[in-house]
T-cell receptor, first 111, second 113 residues
């Protein structure tokens, strides 16, 4: 049988709706944050990053919001498409040190 | 542009055998990372190099694991002897600077029987 493993948080959204994936980070000294997308059978893929001197950054269909007061990071995906189905990881670093990854959130798209 | 290249993509071998995983980082990237991903433990950093020098190997699970980076364009992760609990997907990533955005390869799926 299958071993007990990580229970990833799961977010299910309707195709065409906006998705918001949240991440609580651990270190108040963190000054750099990244969102990654991992599709089945592939490595994590860089989506967007943000530095601590900003609170919002936009890319193509994606927006990252940073709230340093509560140590919270979010990824907003506009008009979610079937190809957005994946596991999404946030990662943080401080002082140009190595990235520390979160556990991930699984995003599923309902047709 | 070529991304991070890992080989082999899949490896199935019997316990006790030596396993060597290979990675070619993106040209111009001076930091290289080895990760292991399992259902039980998620994505774990095993070791990373900066300018070909190992900086932090605290994530390497046991002495059976070793990693080398003989030059800026090649790294290996070796497991000897391998055990069934080493079965996982092993990722290599590279970046320009340790804290910069890491770019991942597509991983090696390792199965130890």
């Amino acid at each position: 049988g299958e071993s007990v493993g990580l229970h990833l948080p799961t977010l299910s959204v309707q195709e065409g709706d906006n998705s918001i994936i949240n991440c609580a980070y651990s270190n108040s000294a963190s000054d750099y944050f990244i969102w990654y997308k991992q599709e089945s059978g592939k490595g994590p893929q860089f989506i967007i990053d943000i530095r601590s001197n900003m609170d919002k950054r936009q890319g193509q269909r994606v927006t990252v919001l940073l709230n340093k007061t509560v140590k919270h990071l979010s990824l907003q995906i506009a008009a979610t498409q079937p190809g957005d189905s994946a596991v999404y990881f946030c990662a943080e670093s401080w002082g140009a040190q190595k990235l520390v990854f979160g556990q991930g959130t699984r995003l599923t798209i309902n047709p | 542009d070529a991304g991070v290249i890992q080989s082999p993509r899949h490896e199935v071998t019997e316990m006790g055998q030596e396993v060597t995983l290979r990675c070619k980082p993106i040209s111009g990237h001076n930091s290289l990372f080895w990760y292991r991903q399992t259902m039980m433990r998620g994505l774990e950093l095993l070791i990373y190099f900066n300018n070909n020098v190992p900086i932090d190997d605290s994530g390497m699970p046991e002495d059976r694991f070793s990693a080398k980076m003989p030059n800026a364009s090649f790294s290996t992760l070796k497991i000897q002897p391998s055990e069934p609990r080493d079965s996982a997907v092993y990722f290599c990533a590279s970046s320009r600077g340790v804290g910069g955005p890491q770019h991942f390869g597509d991983g090696t799926r390792l199965s130890i029987l």
